[in-house]
Each structure stands twice: as C-alpha cells, then as structure tokens.
C-alpha cells in the first residue's frame, strides 16, 4: 500500500528533525507502478515495483550537502541525515546560496484517481488484449506498452514548508509494424486509465502502419512540415532542456539569453509552463515545496522568461517560479508542465495547407548538436509522408533531419486547436500540432 | 524526472580511461556463501523464501536478485559545488514463469515475508502475461551457477575522505579557468558500489560485488551565439573504471586541465569544417561510440527479434544474416566480452547466472554472432552467450552490451595520419543520433585537425559526420594497433520500459575511414 500525502509529509518531517544541521529539507517520494510490455502480438514483459526514496539536503551556513536512502527503518533514515550533514560539513561554501525557501501557499490539487490504481494486471492484459488485436487481424505486428503508476510526494524544511500531494498515471504507446516496411504510432496519457481507449489507441496505430507500407525516398533540403504533437513534443523537452532555465540563461548557455523582450519565434508561438491549469497533470509544488507558477516563457514569439528555483531567482533577481528538481541539481530549474498555445485549425486542415512538404509522426533518437541555437539532429519515425496539393500522396523513409529549434518555431504558420498530452504523468507537454513552412532534412534512412 | 532523463537516458554517456590489469584482478570462487548476512538480513534465506513461494504458486521457473547499491556524486562547477551526494537503495526483485509467460515484482522491503509476498505477485503478473501469449518461453540450458565474484578495486573510494576529493576537484576545476575564453567549467567524480545475490529454482546461488569510479572536466567557452566545450578523459561524464581512488588518480585532471582549456579556448575561433566527403580518422572514444550504437545495439538480438521495437526500435540486422551479413571491411573484427578486468562490462556471472564470457559478433567484417539471453539464443540454435543484465532490484534483466570492442589493428596513430593525404582528425563525441533500425547516424565531436599532405593541421570545431551503418564500416581501411587500444567505459545506456541504465565499455582505437560525409547542417 503506497503511504498517502500526509505519511509522506510525516516522514519527511522527521527526515528534518533527524538531520541536525542549521537547516535542512527532506523529499519524500513514494511510488507504485506497473508495466506491461508488449511486442510481436504478445506480452513480453510485465513488471511491478514498490519503492520510495527520502532524500535530505542538509545545510551548514553556505554549505551543503545531500544523502538519500530507500530504506525508511530509523537507523537507516538516522544514517541518511547524518551522511548529508557530513557532506554539507565537507563542502565548500557557495556564496550565492541564499538558505532554503520559506513556507508558501501551496494550490492543492487531486490528481489521483481510483481507477488507475485498481487497473491491475489483468486489467493492463485485457487492454493489451484489444491493442494487440487490431494489429493481428489485419496481419501486423504491435509493441508497446500499458503503464500504471502512483506516486506521492512530499517535501518538508526547518523553515516551515511541509507539502504534500499524491498523484496517478496510465500510459500506453502502441507501434504497429508490416512486413513491408510500414509503420504507425499511437499513444495515450491520462492521470485516470478508466479512459484509455484501447481498441481506438490499437486501430489508430494499425491504420497508420498500413498506410505507410512501401514508403520512397525523398532528396535532403528544406521543407514545409506538418508535425504531430508527439513530434512537437520532442522539440519541446529540448527547448526545456537547454533554453528555459534560468540557469543557461544566467550562463549564456540559452537562446534566451541576451533576448528578453525579443521576438524569437513565430507570432504563433506562445510556449507556457502551468503545473495549475485545470486540466495540468503534476504535481502544483516544486521539489523544494515551493508553489509552481504559471510562468509565459514565450509569448507570441517574444521571449519572455525563463524558470526559477530558490537558488536562482536569488542569483537573478527574478521571483521564483517555483521549478526545483530534487536537490542537487546541477541542471537549473526546469519546466515540467509546458503548454503549447493552441491554433484554430485541425490537423487535416493544416496539412490541407500544404502544396508540397512532408508530413512528421513522431521523432527518434534527437539530440543536441549547438545549444543556443537549439539545434537538433534527429529521426523521423511511424509514419513519415509526402504532402502534395493538399494531401498526404505516400509514404517516406524515415529522415533525418538537422534543425535549429528555435528557428523552426520562427517558421510556424499555425497550430492545431486539438493538443495532446505527451510524456509522463510527472512533467507532460500538452502540445498542438505545427505547420512550419522552413523545415531541413540533411538525410534518409535506408 | 522525464525532462533529464528523456535527453540524457536515451542511450549514452560514454566515459573511459586505460584498463589496468594489475594484481586487483578480478575474483571468482566456487565458494558458496549459504548464509551471506547482509546487516543482519540473511540473504541467502530470503531468495530461497522467494523461490519456494514462486513454486507453491505455480512457477515453473524462478529467480530472485538482491541488490544492494550505493553511489556518491560529487561535482565543482565555476568554483562552487552543485553535488555532494550519497545514495543508498536496497530491494528484491522476482521473475517468475509459468505458463510459458513471464512475470517479475520487487520491493524495497527485504524480509522473508515480502520475499514470498512478491513472489506469488511475480506469479500473478505471469498469469496475465498468458492472456496475451505467444510460443511459450523456453529456456537454454545452463549450469546452475553458484560462487562469488567480485571487481578489482585497489583503493576503495567510499573509505577516502571526502575532502581530498573535493580537494582534487576544486584543484582540477580552478586550473580550468586559467583562460579568459573559459567562462563555465565542471569538474565531476562519481563512484558506485553494488553488491549482487542471485538464486534460481534451478539451484544457483551466487554472490558478486564490483566498485566503479569516475572523473572528468569540461572547460566551455561561451562566445555571442556560441558554445564550444573541451573535455579530458572523454564527454558526457568523464572516465569511468571497475576500479578504486588509484583509478581517479591515474586520471591525472589536475595535469591535463590546462590543456582542455587551452583547446576550448581555441575551439571559439576555430571555423566549422567545411560540408564535403572527407577521409576521417576517429580518436578512440568516438569509435568507441560509435561501436557502441552501430555495432553493439543492433547485434542485441531482443533487439533483431523486434522485442525492443517500440522504444529504442529494432535491428536492421535479421536472424539469417548471422554467418553471412557483410558488416564491415576485413579489418573490422569486434568481440563481446565480458572478461576483462576492470571494464564496466565484466562480471562473474550475468543476471540469469550464465558464467561471463568472450565471443565474436563481427570476424573480418562477416557479421559471426549476436548478444543473447537464455530466452533468445535458441533462435539462433545457440545456447546463452551471457549479455543479460539488469538495473538494480526493481528492474528485470534485459540483453545489455558487456564490452564490446572493435579488436585492434596494426597501425600507430603517426603512420596513419602520414599516410592520410587530405582528411580530418576528430575527437570526443558531443552529439549522437541514430534511427530505429540503426542505420543512419549523425555524430558530432566535439573537436577537430583538417589533416593536409598526412599532417594535423587546422583546428576545426564541432565537426560532425553521418553514414549508413555498413557502409561506413565497410569503408574503414585502418585501425590503430594495441599500443593506441583502450577500454571505454559508458555508464549511461539507456534501454527497456521502464528505462534501465547498464554500466557497459568498449575497446577501441584510432581508425580511418574513407570518403564520409562531413559538416552536415552548418
């Protein structure tokens, strides 16, 4: 039985008066879940796992330093403290530290749903079942997944901060494959798995497989795209990843850097961090308890700013935002909750748009190549098709492309009204589909 | 944390350093520890209260893993520490098989009582598992394993003060900044400590236990517009051994500090290298990747059987290539093994108690093998060649690579490049691409010596190149001998849902490749 928000925040309090230090924190994180893999029409794989994690950052004026332990007996917690307030008593001082957050309001949220935790194995077989079936009737093959998962987590400090909150998680991702090359993509997530569909999710995945049997090739050169939101995606953790931290910011590192106020994208390009929206999956604090914000990190192509953390809001003069990862963290605050600014127009009418370009599934295997530019290298994967007058005409080899991020949001024309969630419960983007009219491929697979 | 691990799990972060194989060798006895204690846990006890539930429940087959790990993260950045960390996790995992289907749980709690408790649910999973069934998993035979193994390790790293570590980094880090240019530097040490036991209803019981160790800098030099990073012993984590303190010693960052900025500092003014078809010499570490991606994965046979298509994709590699697939050219032989001491990719026995072994997967550019499980290695009609590893208790075994090498040629590195007439020398990865069936890649590194008339020349930043995965190996003529050979260690490749991370390595030197294309995108 996975302990419940208040369980955790009482363990993380006694990780706090456990950790004898000038001030400390602990984060509790707490989870179960369960996965069932599936590939060549059968499950392959089907596991479940119950763990959770105490972690301590202790503090010593400007010092400090971290343990954390899966082991939650009291000689073991006791161990953890002290491992961290020997560190911290090693470490040199970080000038710049400005000491732990203070307790703030913290929007409580329940994103835990009953029906995800009672979707058990049989339940993930059955689902599978149906996936399974609308690939072997039709003589193709299905992988994927079906994944369930709780977590609760909690985080507490010497100055007061003491939150909590537990959430769930059900995805499924379903490849179909033919034997002449064919190959299609579905997913879905939801924090309650009572709405997979999986039949739909089974048959969206085998249509798409079916028509981009026999796929062509196509020269190198820039195109217009049209890219699912399962693409858009991809381009999304990148621009997370390497250009909304204030962090990179503050070190150069950022294509925001040196740019506030200008327009670095498209007008159509609004990009949003909201862990608060209504329908936002998450959890509403960071992992140092603070409450995330809604923060408009691009809008209408103007950059605008980057996430904070306590750290660096202190460093930047900015307020924090509230966009801690779990101490320590080398990276810098992160968004975890990106939305995408819808459009006006269905995917079919963007790729209606279209006289000649190519239409984008899914990415594979994208990397950085410049960071500041956000340029990318990567894949195109489960349906890749040629756009002419208007139509998808036929099916392309996968192709790789090299493609400043940035850059390609500067040539977004329009977005879908429809958006998608991708990733998983703990930091999804909810993502339209883009049409971008300046798009590079520099090479195609076999 | 999906944002980090999406970018960074997705398969690599490669580190390396020389082998050492001194008289810290690896240690493996038949001795069997029957009652292994473990904090006053008796270990032994509690795989065998697995097992039995497993059994009782209907298991025709079953195994169970304790694993017990500890890690301590330590990294300067500009002078101020970002990590001083330590991590601890203890669990048990369960697989069980019954009606030809698999099922595995795991917990954290480590007491007889949950030892059975997840059993018989690793036994429930199964049964569904058959709802949706194939052929029934059989499996090939083997000699139930029992002993001990352990790594070599000469100093242990978690009985050093953390101060002279701190210390060494905080000493490496500040001779970083000795240039202008170099406005950002890390300095990073990482060390793990994993102690294993393993019991099977056909009578294993083993017990092995490794010490790993890491280091590396990074110097980056920001311009307007620009990033350009210079890393010594390699990128993306440093130099990583199955090996004590002696190993970050070795490393010497101190020393080599001055250097790596010198040459970020230079990469700011350095031109891109011009797009075209180049001869291209690879340094070690970027063969090294390179093998790693367009060798190694697609020769994992879960991979070719299509058992991994939905995440990190499948092979273009078929089952009747084995034998006749024209990989490379005749100076392209690659082994798999997991023997050598001190590699990330060695242990005593694997995850499913097959005995540590060296094997052939490419002779001569003919494609002679594949990695395999007990599970795939009768579709091949071969018995397991021992590459089945898992990430800790709560993950399940997977087919992951052991230390899979490009086997050294004769060349030195000097002849090379004089016999080069125009080219390009690169170094160290900084970006790696690949698709689905791993055929077409993109890599970029992080530095680059236009070579004119067989001499290093110009320096030029950030090149990348891209092929097709046997033509390009078709397309080496050369490699570099012994004498330029080292083990790599990447411990960072990602596999499986939910994501794995395996500590793996690989041997390589220098090598020529003709006629690639370069400076793709700039």
């Known amino acids: 039985m996975l302990m419940t928000p208040e369980e955790a925040r009482a363990l993380a309090r006694k990780a706090v008066s456990m950790t004898h230090a000038d001030e400390a924190e602990a984060l509790v994180a707490a989870e179960s879940s369960s996965l069932t893999r599936f590939a060549n029409n059968r499950i392959n794989q089907n596991v479940a796992e119950e763990n959770a994690l105490v972690s301590v950052r202790a503090v010593l004026g400007k010092r400090i330093g971290v343990a954390s332990t899966n082991r939650l007996d009291d000689a073991s917690l006791q161990a953890a403290c002290d491992a961290a307030v020997r560190a911290a008593r090693i470490a040199p001082e970080d000038p710049s530290f400005p000491g732990l957050p203070g307790p703030n309001a913290v929007r409580e949220a329940d994103r835990a749903v009953r029906a995800t935790r009672g979707f058990d194995a049989e339940a993930r077989a059955a689902a599978v079942g149906s996936i399974v079936a609308q690939s072997s009737g039709r003589g193709l093959s299905a992988a994927g997944k079906v994944r369930v998962a709780e977590h609760t987590i909690a985080v507490a400090n010497s100055l007061g901060v003491d939150v909590g909150q537990a959430l769930t998680g059900a995805q499924a991702t379903v490849l179909s494959s033919g034997a002449d090359s064919g190959s299609g993509w579905a997913s879905f997530l939801d924090a309650d798995a009572s709405k997979l569909a999986s039949e739909a999710l089974g048959a969206e995945a085998a249509d798409l497989a079916e028509r981009s049997a026999n796929p062509g090739s196509l020269d190198p050169g820039e195109y217009t795209v049209v890219l699912a939101p399962e693409a858009v995606a991809d381009i999304m953790d990148f621009l997370a990843y390497v250009g909304f931290s204030a962090k990179a910011y503050h070190e150069g590192r950022s294509f925001m850097s040196n740019h506030i106020e200008d327009g670095v994208m498209s007008e159509q390009v609004s990009i949003t961090d909201d862990a608060l929206a209504a329908h936002a999956m998450g959890i509403t604090f960071d992992y140092e308890g603070q409450p995330k914000r809604r923060v408009p990190m691009i809008e209408y192509g103007v950059a605008t700013k980057p996430v904070t953390d306590s750290y660096w809001a202190a460093k930047t003069g900015w307020d924090n935002t509230g966009h801690a990862l779990p101490a320590p963290n080398p990276y810098g605050p992160m968004p975890l909750n990106m939305e995408v600014a819808p459009g006006t127009a269905s995917i079919d009418e963007l790729i209606g748009s279209v006289k000649r370009g190519v239409y984008v599934t899914r990415f594979h295997y994208v990397n950085v190549e410049d960071p500041i530019s956000v340029l990318l290298t990567g894949m195109t994967r489960d349906g890749t098709f040629m756009i002419e007058g208007g139509k998808l005409t036929r099916p392309l080899k996968n192709l790789r492309f090299t493609q400043s991020a940035v850059s390609a949001l500067y040539w977004c024309d329009a977005a879908t009204k429809e958006r998608k969630f991708v990733g998983t419960e703990e930091g999804a983007s909810f993502v339209p589909g883009l049409l971008i009219s300046k798009f590079t491929f520099t090479g195609q697979t076999k | ?522």
């Not at chain 2, 100093?155 to 060494?168: C, G, M, S």
């Not at chain 2, 004089?418 to 990865?429: F, Q, S």
Request: hydrophobic letters at 40%; glycine letters at 12%; a negative charge.
């Open chain 2, 1 to 522: 944390m999906r944002r980090p691990s999406s970018v960074f799990l997705r398969c690599v972060d490669q580190v390396h350093g020389k082998i050492g194989f001194g008289a810290t060798g690896p240690f493996r006895s038949s001795r069997l520890h029957q009652h292994s204690i473990l904090g006053g846990i008796h270990v032994n006890d509690i795989i065998a209260a697995a097992l039995n539930a497993a059994q009782l429940a209907g298991a025709s087959y079953a195994d169970a893993r304790i694993v017990d790990t500890s890690r301590e993260e330590l990294q300067i950045a500009s002078g101020v520490v970002e990590a001083v960390e330590r991590s601890d996790s203890f669990g048990i995992g369960v697989r069980a098989l019954i009606d030809g289907a698999w099922g595995f749980a795991s917990s954290r709690t480590v007491t007889a009582d949950e030892a059975a408790h997840v059993a018989r649910h690793a036994v429930a999973i199964a049964r569904a598992s058959a709802m949706v069934a194939g052929a029934p998993v059989a499996l090939t035979p083997v000699e139930p394993a029992r002993g001990t193994w352990s790594g070599p390790v000469g100093i242990d790293p978690f009985q050093v003060p953390l101060e002279d570590k701190l210390a060494l980094l905080i000493a490496a880090d500040e001779a970083l900044r000795a240039q202008p240019e170099v406005t950002l530097t890390k300095a990073h040490m990482g060390f793990f400590r994993e102690r294993k036991w393993f019991g099977s209803t056909e009578g294993a019981m083993t017990e092995q236990s490794v010490i790993e160790s890491g280091a590396g800098i990074v110097a980056y030099a920001i311009g307007e517009g620009e990033v350009v990073s210079r890393s010594y012993p390699n990128s993306h984590g440093g130099g990583w051994e199955q090996a004590g303190w002696e190993y970050i010693t070795r490393l010497d960052l101190v020393g080599n500090a001055p250097r790596v900025a010198e040459q970020a500092a230079a990469l700011l003014s350095a031109p891109f290298v011009e797009p075209g078809m180049r001869d291209l010499i690879i340094d070690g570490g970027q063969v090294a990747l390179q093998v790693h991606e367009s060798i190694g994965h697609p020769t994992e046979l879960d991979r070719v059987l299509g058992e991994e298509a939905a995440f990190a994709g499948t092979s273009f590699v078929g089952l009747g290539d084995v034998g006749t697939l024209q990989y490379g050219s005749e100076h392209v032989t690659v082994t798999s093994d997991a023997t050598i001491s001190g590699s990330l990719g060695s242990f005593g026995w694997d995850d499913e108690g097959v005995p540590a072994q060296r094997d052939y997967l490419v002779r001569e550019g003919v494609l002679t093998g594949l990695q395999t499980s007990r599970e795939t290695a009768a579709s091949i009609g071969r018995t397991s060649n021992g590459c089945m590893r898992a990430d800790g208790w709560n993950r399940i075994p997977l087919i992951r690579m052991t230390t899979v090498s490009l086997e050294p040629g004769t060349w030195a590195f000097d002849d090379l490049v004089a016999d080069t007439e125009g080219g390009l020398y690169i170094e160290t990865n900084n970006s790696w691409s690949i698709d689905d069936k791993r055929l077409n890649f993109q890599f970029g590194c992080e530095i680059g010596w236009q070579i004119e008339n067989g001499k290093l020349g110009r320096m030029v930043k950030t090149p990348n190149y891209t092929g097709i995965t046997p033509q390009f190996w078709g397309s080496c003529d050369a490699v570099c001998s012994r004498d330029y050979w080292q083990v790599w260690g990447l411990a960072n490749c990602g596999k499986g849902e939910p994501m794995q991370t395996a500590h793996v390595a690989h041997g390589a030197a220098p090598a020529r490749f003709r006629n690639v294309q370069v400076g793709v995108g700039r």
